[in-house]
């Protein structure tokens, strides 16, 4: 959620520190984060990479 409205994966990350009471209350590190996001990303654009490639050709029917 946060990711999706700009909030910056550290700051994201230090939250999660402040809501649990520290650092050694959490069950993974900030990498763990940042990895986590990038997989997702790379999950959501694979998805929308074939609708974005059948636009794409919708549109080059449409022109010629």
Do not use: C
Request: glycine share 10%.
């Amino acid at each position: 959620m946060n990711d999706n409205v700009g909030v910056r994966i550290n700051k994201s990350f230090h939250s999660f520190v402040s809501a649990t009471g520290g650092y050694d209350n959490l069950e993974f590190v900030e990498r763990d984060v940042w990895n986590y996001v990038g997989k997702q990303r790379r999950l959501l654009g694979k998805e929308g990479d074939g609708k974005a490639l059948l636009t794409h050709f919708s549109r080059m029917r449409e022109l010629n």
